[in-house]
């Protein structure tokens, strides 16, 4: 009997050894197949920017992730050490630059300096100035001169002032302007010193090394980092994207090629879309008043022109001021700008304190992040759309 038991417990235990190593054998496979083959993660720092390389890296070529939540001010986000491993494990991380990302910048030059290959989008287009917004981008010189006397009608404007006159000791005390100072690329120590006292200059004077460490203007410089806001930039780009994820992590060039060329083809179409869309407006009711000054590149591409924000300031991370909303009111009733238009990534309670003083309607935009995915901007190219019409009905 004791045989019997000790055969019988004998036959027991190798069959659970067979099923453990069966399961072990199985759960391996399992883990080659979660790899994917191999495909690598790409980080992107905003859900706008993930979505264009998830759309230049098509049909699945790269597993990629958005580091700020959709709904997140990339102003004001600031990572956690989870993050940064992310990062760290990327193949590739693709960012705006341009300091847009303010409270990532230290852990995306860590990374980079670790060895994680880095694409800041902004430099692989063209950019403009703070306050260059004035509805001619794209066109000539001689273009540019025929509606400066457009401008003159709105003269003693913090925003108008901003396109390139040079009168701006006229102005001190006015963030923006601040930015236009045309020696602001050299970041001479005596140019901040005229402007003490004002929270951007200021703000460029602490990340002055991270432009001498890697040749990115990192910090609030004379350039607007909102440049997702003119498909035609974002297409300008497309190229240089798609060598970065073939050279860095790794993809098939010929596929990501007729990847880019495929995507460049419906932002063409979408900025032919948006053409339509605005159509209706008259270039007098194209006029601007915004949260804070974000849609410089749609105005430059569309034949707009911001002649105010709420924030005096390209960030989320700057405050209102009394004086100049005052200012802005009297603006908004000057010119009979019909909307202003909040973010849906930043407080509207200030713009809905202006548009109840100005008797203006007060609309939300989609800014710095794409809406929910179930939503009409739920992707860059309805992004776009959604925010065209928006602007559209609230000044039509």
Known sequence: MRLIINSRRLVFGT???LAVLALIAAGCGNDDD?????IPTVIATTSIWADVVANVACDGLAEVSTLIPPGGDPHAFQPSLNDRGNMENAALVVA???FLEEGLEDTIDAVEQAGTPVFRMAD???TIEYGFATGHGGHSEDEHDDHEDEHDDHEGHDEDEHDDHDDHDDHEGHDEDDHDDDDHDDHDEDE???HEGHDEDEHDDEHDDDHDDHGHAHAHGSEDP?????????AEALPALSQALATQAGLDAAALDDC???YRSELIALDAEVEDILAPLHPEDRLLVTNHDALGYFADRYGFQVIGTVIPSGSTLAAANPVGLQELVELIEETGVSAIFSESTHSSDDAEALGREAGVQVLSLDTGSLGPADSSSGTYIGFIRTNAQK?????G
Do not use: T
């Not at 979660?34 to 191999?38: S, V």
């Open 15 to 17: 069959g659970c050894l």
């Open 192 to 194: 901040h010193d005229d």
């Open 391 to 395: 602007i559209a009905e609230g000044l």
């Open 96 to 98: 705006n630059g341009l």
């Open 34 to 38: 979660d790899d994917g083959a191999g």
């Open 260 to 262: 880019v060329a495929a």
């Open 226 to 234: 909102h440049v997702w806001f003119d498909p035609i930039r974002v």
């Open 124 to 126: 692989h287009l063209s």
